[in-house]
């Protein structure tokens, strides 16, 4: 009686877990087949379960085609390109910014620590278009928009707060003696962060970047007022499969899994950083 | 000099053309009229006729009058509210345009036994004939969007509304979308768009529009003619074999009044190189190089001599509706947007009203608090 | 002087955020609008505006509706799963890697992807409810489904997160504090209502904390998916101040909607944090 019990239990559990893993993983399927379909395929209705499959909507985005006596360059690697610039800078003047704050907020006895460690915080949660929509007119006058420098600048409101705040989180965990000790010793702060602390919080620090580089590489908002065609990340580029003269929804299904297998390729070895970021770090801080 | 043409279409963001134009980034901008409203109200562009008017900057050649009178009318405003298009500065040279016309399933219409409308009334009369079921496909009487744009207006609402006896502001420039008459054609198309329109078309972008009206289950269109070119194209479009055009249909005081829309060239205000921007719009307009762009796609041409030379007529003739076309250009097309420096956030905020009677909103008052938040949007923009 | 280290990036964060923001609230109290090269202070106007309109009503009710949605959807639904994942099975890992994959993927992205699927005449979603006799749904377009179906959207999203959190929490609750409830005997309920709800108590409320601010200024999904319509309908503030800002070219109104909603999310961050403070002083 208990044992039969227990594997019905068993059996339900099993079929509540496909059932939430064929919820997550259908859209992605369905796109996928969408992305390998003709646009006739896709148009038709009731859906083709059955067709031949092409890679016309890759070679496209990733090659370019020619419609007519016109030759359309491909977008994809280009904002693919300006992604990568932009979330990697973003992540570079994070690190370099972010470890020594986290550092001196974490260790020095400075006034009001907390506060400015909770303003760090707030900024995290501020509507992003609080901040986009006036800093436009700034980055206007500065001659600022569409330019690298200035998105990854700005970028820094998504990614600084939140990589101040995990790793601080983290370095608190370093126990105190572990730096006097190298202070004993003769080391210099810079030596005392880079041979002692980082070392031990390497697995936070690698949470936080990740963390960071997610949000920066994931932001639509904040491309959508300060970055123009020299400079759109993924995200807004995509929008633009909705054109004006068509929308192509093969060309945007293969752009949509060429996003999609780097996320696998990421998720397989974040996963781990990424929840340990989040419950470490913020509950320590 | 290099020359950098934004190829892209800015969804919606009217932000990145203000930098556009203030940043001299770019020199000249192609807008559509209701947006050369806003920029010129704005002080982003400059009106041309001083250039056009320079012996030393344009050339005898260029022959100004062989664009269509209409179309350089609605490029034409004095800047001041309440005056019509036509009269006052000129703040675009047309390059490219497109009058709505009426698109027919013949097939669809012969199996249901309905001739072609000539009235708005024998339009609405005939809807119910044409839903349904023919030979096992889902049928509907009318091909008509309702996405909460300004686009909506502009792609099959203006020559019904119009054709009613309805518009968007009175001389006093207070919007009347909520005039009884206007109520009551509000009421009527909505509820013929709910009943015999397509599914899904509160979200339905013109392009969906267009694709459903391809996909050869729909029977009525009334569309921007520029794009006969696919729905001609047996490869993407199912009614191309069986497709009619008509005049856009009559309204009850037999009024018919079809819309224009058109877009031209303007020059950025604060260009450094006046000159050569003028050169530039003035080359890009030259009769023989419209005509190489018609030949390239561009099916209606502004100027008169280049969409009646032979070899347009040609190339252009397999679209089919040419003297339907030409018929509506020279006596029913017009503007409707009364030009004012509001027009896209008016119409957004006139179809979200449409959209609410769509979900069951009473017209009348829908409409009313839509009149009244236009008349507030107008407002703010032109009082300081 | 070593202390100072942090001052690049406190000053960055200034310049980059601190500064517009203010100049941003400052421009909320004035008549700055795009059309106009001058501005002068007009006080309260833009704020009276916004509460006394029926549309500024509206997307306060939608900004709150559809936290409330995400919330109730989200959390028991995620803690479900976790509860479900914290056992030893054949490929948790693999399973677990599964679940990042939405969440790193720009939320853009998957509100175009759903859009797609959503479509009223010709989307997967209506094919397959046709499939069960069910009749065609609305989705984004309908009066009431456009908000949930933005939900439904966001659930895909972020349940996930919402997962590995609590998945985190429940890890790191010691396993004899669970046996030995088991042998005072105290059945499965109460252990968990009584032990391990308690233990995960901060991990829930981060997850909380995260999903309710990042819904209450939620705008990717609803400008990838309807743009606030139909209607008003998923006009919440975020995506009105959008539109009044670069549509209408209306600044002071957008940046005063904009304040209006940072009042709403700082409340809602500093209750929250007393809360978490004082869940962890529990402990």
Not at chain 2, 119 to 133: N, R
Not at chain 2, 170 to 186: A, H, L, Q, T, Y
Not at chain 3, 268 to 277: K, M
Request: charged fraction near 15%.
């Amino acid at each position: 009686m208990h044992s039969k019990g227990h594997t019905l239990a068993k059996v339900g559990i099993g079929v509540a877990l496909v059932a939430f893993f064929a919820w997550v993983l259908f859209p992605l399927f369905w796109i996928f087949l969408f992305s390998i379909k003709s646009t006739a395929d896709i148009v038709s209705y009731p859906p083709k379960f059955i067709f031949s499959p092409t890679l016309k909507s890759y070679t496209a985005i990733l090659l370019g085609k020619t419609t007519g006596l016109f030759s359309v360059a491909p977008d994809f690697p280009h904002w693919f390109k300006n992604s990568l610039i932009l979330s990697g800078g973003a992540l570079g003047l994070t690190c370099l910014l972010g470890i020594f704050a986290a550092y001196a907020l974490a260790k020095y006895k400075i006034p009001g620590r907390e506060n400015i460690s909770f303003t760090f915080a707030t900024i995290c949660f501020l509507p992003i278009l609080a901040v986009m929509l006036p800093l436009f007119s700034i980055y206007h006058k500065l001659k600022l928009f569409d330019t690298y420098l200035g998105l990854i600048l700005a970028y820094q409101l998504i990614t600084l707060p939140l990589f101040v705040l995990l790793l601080r989180g983290y370095i608190m965990e370093v126990p105190q003696s572990f730096i006097e000790a190298a202070h004993l010793d003769g080391a210099t702060e810079w030596q005392v962060i880079s041979k002692v602390v980082l070392p031990i919080i390497l697995p936070g620090l690698m949470a936080a970047g990740l963390l960071s580089f997610i949000y920066a590489w994931n932001n639509f908002a904040l491309a959508l007022v300060l970055a123009g065609g020299s400079t759109e990340p993924v995200p807004l580029g995509m929008l633009s499969y909705i054109g004006f003269t068509e929308i192509q929804r093969g060309q945007m299904s293969a752009a949509i899994i060429l996003c999609v297998v780097p996320a696998i390729v990421f998720a397989a070895f974040s996963q781990k950083y990424i929840v340990r970021g989040f419950s470490l770090g913020l509950l320590k801080g | 000099m290099s020359l950098v043409i934004p190829s892209k279409w800015l969804p919606d963001n009217n932000l990145q053309y203000f930098l556009i134009l203030k940043n001299l980034t770019f020199y000249f901008v192609q807008a559509y009229v209701i947006f050369q409203w806003q920029y010129s109200f704005a002080g982003w562009i400059q009106p041309l006729e001083k250039f056009l008017n320079d012996p030393t900057l344009t050339s005898p050649d260029y022959r100004f009058e062989d664009f269509y009178p209409g179309l350089v009318a609605s490029h034409s405003w004095s800047g001041q509210l309440g005056s019509p298009a036509g009269g006052g500065h000129l703040w675009g040279i047309p390059i490219q345009w497109e009058v709505h016309i009426l698109a027919y399933n013949r097939d669809l219409l012969d199996k249901a036994g309905v001739a072609v409308p000539q009235t708005l009334m024998e339009e609405f009369a005939a809807l119910p004939k044409l839903t349904g079921e023919f030979d096992g496909k889902k049928t509907y009487g009318l091909c008509a969007m309702l996405e909460r744009s300004w686009a909506t207006l502009d792609n099959s609402f203006w020559p019904p509304y119009a054709s009613w006896g309805c518009t968007d502001f009175n001389r006093d420039m207070k919007c009347v979308i909520d005039s009884p008459r206007s109520v009551e054609f509000c009421t009527k198309w909505v509820e013929a768009i709910r009943e015999y329109g397509p599914p899904g078309t509160l979200a339905m972008s013109w392009y969906e529009q267009l694709e459903a009206f391809c996909s050869g289950n729909y029977a009525f269109y009334s569309f921007p003619d520029s794009i006969r070119a696919i729905i001609t194209d047996p490869e993407k479009s199912n009614v191309a074999d069986n497709l009619g055009y008509a005049l856009v249909p009559q309204g009850p005081s037999y009024q018919r009044k079809s819309h224009v829309w058109s877009w031209g060239l303007s020059m950025n205000k604060e260009t450094k190189v006046p000159g050569p921007a003028w050169l530039f719009i003035q080359w890009s307009t030259l009769e023989d190089v419209l005509v190489k762009a018609a030949l390239l796609g561009n099916v209606d041409p502004p100027r008169q001599s280049v969409w009646l030379n032979p070899q347009v007529v040609e190339a252009t003739q397999e679209y089919g509706g040419r003297d339907v076309i030409q018929q509506t250009m020279e006596k029913y097309a017009q503007i409707r947007f009364t030009p004012n420096p509001v027009a896209p956030a008016m119409g957004d905020r006139f179809v979200q009203a449409l959209q609410e009677i769509y979900h069951g909103e009473d017209a009348q008052k829908a409409l009313s608090q839509a009149a009244r938040d236009i008349d507030q949007i107008l407002k703010e923009t032109v009082s300081r | 002087m070593k202390k100072l280290i942090f001052l690049p990036a406190l000053l960055l964060l200034l310049g980059i955020v601190v500064y517009p923001w203010l100049t941003g609230i400052y421009q909320s109290f004035t008549n700055f609008h795009l059309a106009h090269s001058t501005y002068r202070f007009t006080g309260l106007q833009n704020y009276i505006r916004f509460f006394s309109s029926a549309q500024g009503l509206q997307m306060i009710r939608v900004t709150f509706l559809y936290t409330f949605l995400v919330i109730v959807i989200e959390l028991p639904l995620g803690i479900g799963v976790a509860l479900l994942l914290n056992k030893k099975i054949f490929g948790i890992n693999i399973l677990r890697t599964l679940l990042v994959i939405p969440l790193v993927m720009p939320p853009v992205v998957s509100g175009l992807m759903w859009k797609m699927m959503m479509r009223p005449g010709s989307g997967v979603f209506n094919y397959l409810l046709g499939l069960t006799g069910l009749p065609n749904f609305p989705w984004l377009t309908g009066k009431h489904s456009a908000l949930f179906s933005i939900a439904l959207i966001d659930t895909w999203i972020y349940t996930p997160f919402v997962v590995l959190i609590t998945l985190a929490g429940l890890q790191s609750v010691p396993s004899q504090v669970l046996d030995s409830a088991a042998v005072d005997g105290a059945s499965k309920l109460k252990v968990f209502l009584h032990v391990t709800l308690p233990l995960v108590t901060p991990h829930l409320i981060i997850a909380t904390i995260f999903r309710s601010i990042d819904s209450m200024r939620m705008f990717d999904l609803i400008y990838s998916t309807t743009r606030g319509g139909p209607g008003v309908c998923t006009m919440n503030i975020h995506m009105g101040s959008y539109l009044f800002g670069i549509k209408q070219l209306n600044m002071s109104y957008a940046l005063a909607s904009l304040t209006i909603l940072w009042v709403f999310v700082y409340a809602l961050i500093f209750s929250f944090f007393s809360l978490l403070r004082r869940s962890q002083q529990r402990l």
